[in-house]
């Protein structure tokens, strides 16, 4: 079977923060991609504001470089950059189905993590060859040879018996930001001797095959994801499978209720570094932006018109997490925000849904509120946030699980929990586990005053968990976690020891209120701020809710007193991000989001109907 010699396709995964963004900046640099003297930011793949702000990578993207072989010819490498976390598992899934091989990255410290199973497993389960490159090996506590046998354990317990040479791996130590790599395992925290990443670049070449063709065969590319240019409206970029493609061609469009439409390719686009040129003519193997069909989707395929053959769609794992986004309800709606109707929700939420396959959205028994579906708690949040970028005001519901009826009985999603943390804090984790039903599987003492503990735990039980978790172990701990299937439903638990200040009146947080009641409680709204009915204003100690007058003004008269003058002295108040608001939201709260802040609220404002609600249900 005739090969397409002079292309590569390789897909980069890894554990969040291993080095995979960087790695494709070296891989950029040394290939030639800028210019040299040009000023590029670091991280040139995360392309997006909060990527950058937070540090990972969230959507799926590809860039092409050239590679010289040592004979004079050159190969392009088309590299799918994609996200570590779990919960943009979709993205990862559909990068894979565009390449030939992956490239695994390891922290030579960390050593193999949960998302490093999780994007192994979705390797493996491909079929793909896999190339492990150790990185970071120039970190002072790096332990490479701990984190190689690590790494073999891993592929151990993912690969069935019989798949045993799935573990003839090639292994590349690196500096991915120094732009080293070698074959040769250097000492621990030391420069790899490579001075450049060609012993990566050759591995790649003799490691990932090259794309494999029919001769005449009718064409087939599959839709794998979606971009969009101010001139070109909607791409949609393909993998082409099989035959060719040409500008100006007429091609079936196999959609994916199964119907089949006739179009014309206005214009294809392939990337040359960071950058899409036109091209006229692209052939098996080459990921290409196509243009002119406006309504196309992922998983659909284009095919040959007069021999229409749909490629299967792509298939994601099911949500486990869901939360309710609506209109903004609270007494301060619309005072920053400019998109607030149900109609424009509806139809932003009907946007995320065409170009992110991991998320669902399904109607509520409220006509302006639906109940959206995704992986979990960070990929939620991301959303609510972009939405809240783009001038949406909103009311989001406190995160649930998503569960299943498995031989007639409930199943919920559970995760497998990795924490590191110091020796001193073992029994207070145990402790918080415990409460949340957690079950320790692993307990691993390396002997440098850190210990591993790895938990199953129900996902209900890791909702609000993470700060509770950092304030346990005074800021040192560090969690990961990745599904792991689903399980008989574990009993009710309370996940959240604290309850709530909330305000009993509309008015402005006055410095004198504040002052009486930061001896009650952790408060989040600062003097000055407008707070309402029901409007959660801070974190009581105890477990039950506290009505308080957070606007209540200091009375005047006309006698001088000697101590009258004396300094109030507030305790700043506690500015809480989107993400740990919805940790921090009780079963009966929920979050009022608009541009410009983001508030805990009661679900039921009124302190009369909450209070019958909570007799009703203690009656019942």
Known sequence: MPIRNDLRNVAIVAHVDHGKTTLVDAMLWQSGAFRIGSEVKTQVMDSMDLEREKGITILAKNTAVQHKRPDGTEVTINIIDTPGHADFGGEVERGLEMVDGVVLLVDASEGPLPQTRFVLRKALAKKLPLIVVVNKVDRPDARISEVVEETYDLFMDLIDDDATDVLDF???????????????????????????????????????????????????????????????????????????????????????????????????????????????????????????????????????????????????????????????????????GKKLTARLVKNRLDAELIGNVSIKVSDTERPDTWEVQGRGELQLAILVEMMRREGFELTVGKPQVVTQIIDGKVHEPIERLTIDIPEEHVGTVTQLMGTRRGRMEVMVNHGTGWVRLEFVVPARGLIGFRTEFLTETRGTGLMNHEAEGYAPWAGNFRTRPTGSLVADRTGTVTSFASFNLQERGALFAAPGADVYEGMVVGENPRAEDMDVNITKEKKLNNIRVSTSDELERLIPARVLSMEQALEFCGVDECLEVTPDIVRIRKVTLNANDRAKTRRSSKSG
């Open 170 to 336: 090639p292994i590349v130590y690196a500096s991915a930001k120094a732009g080293r790599a070698s074959m040769t395992q250097p000492a621990d925290g030391s420069m790899p001797d490579g001075e450049t990443l060609e012993a990566l670049f050759s591995t790649i070449m003799d490691r990932v095959p090259a794309p494999s063709y029919v001769e005449g065969a009718p064409l087939q590319a599959h839709v794998t994801n979606l971009d969009a240019s101010p001139y070109l409206g909607r791409l949609a970029l393909c993998r082409i499978v099989a035959g060719e493609m040409h500008r100006g061609q007429q091609v079936a469009w196999c959609r994916a209720d199964g119907s089949i439409t006739t179009v014309k390719l206005t214009e294809m686009l392939t990337t040359k570094a960071l950058d899409r040129v036109p091209t006229d003519w692209a052939g098996p193997g080459d990921i290409i932006a196509i243009a002119g069909i406006p309504n196309i989707t992922i998983g659909e395929t284009l095919s040959d018109p007069n021999d229409p053959k749909p490629l299967p769609l792509i298939h994601v794992d099911q949500p486990s997490i869901s939360m309710t986004i609506g209109i903004n309800t609270s007494p301060l709606a619309g005072r920053s």
